[in-house]
């Protein structure tokens, strides 16, 4: 009983209460008057508490006058800051933990909610009775949405949306004037794409050896837009790196692999499977499964092997730690990005071996398995993800030939043209933007 009293009081305390229609009427013609242009009103408000999170001081200024009078009260948003955690964003709007547990059971699938990061944008919609939260948006960037729905006392469903966009290829180029790396930034890559084009390269060069000033690049990048706005996604799709006398090159082709030009890989094959000996199939991959604990309908994106506590776990490819977390239903568990394209995630360790930031090589040890989080017994749980979706580990192509197949060789050798059209001086098309019609949209 008291629950509900206090909910209702922190409800009021939410947002300032509503002023009566004169005052709010003699407050409008006064704003009409002084030609006060209010701009920027975002009909989901944020709270009192968030007012920095949309709008700038002088709207907040205005805000503490005139409320919007048809903004729905049920609705709130918080825009990610440094330092913000799920927990201390629920315990701020006063929203039960009961329900970002059961919001981070459904997440267990995706851990779209374990790296919030600055600029990400958080919508809570309460319902209109119960005053509980019945939905949830995570907005990442605008190609890529996120939303947790009720779906009934006990638990939500996620619903992943992401927009294709449009990809926009551009030419970056430059001298080598004190390292790779600055002449890089200097051109215009980011630290990302810099470091993917090292990581392409590092079996045939030593950028700090054997680049000279006075060599040169040349860097075909794409990046996402979707609805004219740039959503941060972009990927290296060509580069030619010319060393004195040596051209190395990297072809970006659509089995989502880099090849040199002349069709051989770049990228080293992975391992299939990430341990020494084969473990038994207890769950295999199935994004439309139902979970076997909550029933409730939770795609299983990864493959879980039975195998006893204490067994290690290796790393697949070589790569960069980039996640060692603990989940309250993943338990501890480690992401690793194996260059632009490839991801893998191992769930439910025991112990972890390795530290975030930390390169691995294919095969080395990276933890130890075990039953840690929501779990029904022993076992360990992998994930890969080809370009940000997840896919079957068991089955998915990955790199394990060393060159294009004969049969594709044609489309890689016009796909090269293409990018090396875009790189040629000579060409009167070295456009700073290309429609991206012309690459094929499976990469
Ligand atoms: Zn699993």
Not at 51 to 58: C, F, L, M, P, V
Request: overall charge positive.
């Amino acid at each position: 009983m008291s629950y509900y009293w206090t909910s209702k009081t922190l409800k009021n305390q939410r947002r300032p209460k509503n002023r009566g229609p004169s005052l709010l009427l003699m407050v409008l013609a006064l704003a009409l008057l002084a030609g006060i242009v209010v701009l920027g009103f975002s009909c989901r408000s944020s709270s009192p508490a968030t007012g920095s999170s949309r709008s700038g001081t002088e709207a907040k200024a205005i805000a503490a006058v005139i409320e919007p009078p048809a903004e729905p009260d049920n609705v709130f948003t918080w825009t990610i800051g440094n330092g913000d955690t799920l927990s201390a964003i629920f315990d701020r709007f006063e929203l039960s933990r009961n329900a970002m547990y059961q919001i981070l059971s459904s997440d267990e699938a995706l851990l779209a909610l374990d790296v919030l990061r600055p600029g990400h944008v958080l919508t809570f919609t309460l319902d209109e009775e119960s005053r509980a939260l019945s939905e949830m948006e995570l907005f990442v960037h605008p190609g890529k949405r996120i939303i947790y729905r009720r779906v009934n006392d006990s638990g939500f469903e996620y619903e992943e949306i992401i927009l294709p966009g449009i990809w926009d290829q551009e030419l970056l180029q430059g001298e080598i004037n004190g390292s790779f790396y600055l002449s890089a930034i200097a051109a215009g890559l980011t630290e990302g794409e810099t470091a993917t084009i090292t990581d392409l390269f590092k079996d045939q060069l030593n950028f700090a050896r054997e680049i000279r000033a006075g060599d040169r690049f040349q860097v075909i990048r794409s990046r996402q837009f979707v609805e004219g706005e740039m959503t941060g996604q972009s990927r290296v799709e060509g580069v030619r790196i010319f060393r004195r006398n040596h051209l190395h090159s990297a072809f970006l082709f659509e089995d989502g692999n880099y090849y040199d030009h002349k069709g051989e890989s770049l990228v080293r094959a992975f391992l299939r499977y990430p341990t020494q000996q084969r473990y038994r199939v207890s769950s295999s991959f199935n994004p439309a499964r139902r979970h076997p604990i909550t029933g409730r309908v939770s795609p299983h994106n990864g493959v879980d092997f039975a195998m006893p506590t204490g067994t290690p776990v290796l790393s697949t490819g070589d790569g960069i730690v980039t996640r060692v977390l603990n989940h309250p239903f993943a338990g501890k568990y480690i992401e690793i990005q194996h260059g632009g394209q490839y991801l893998t995630r191992y769930l439910h360790l025991h112990r972890h071996l390795v530290r975030r930031g930390q390169r691995v090589k294919r095969g080395e040890r990276i933890a130890l398995s075990g039953n840690t989080g929501r779990s029904t017994g022993p076992h360990l749980h992998f994930e890969l993800h080809i370009n940000g979706r997840p896919v079957n580990p068991l089955t998915a192509k990955i790199p394990m030939a060393s060159s294009v197949p004969r049969d594709k060789m044609a489309l890689f050798n016009r796909r090269v043209g293409d990018l090396v059209a875009l790189m040629e001086p000579s060409d009167e098309q070295v456009a700073r933007s290309v429609s991206s019609e012309a690459r094929p949209d499976s990469i």
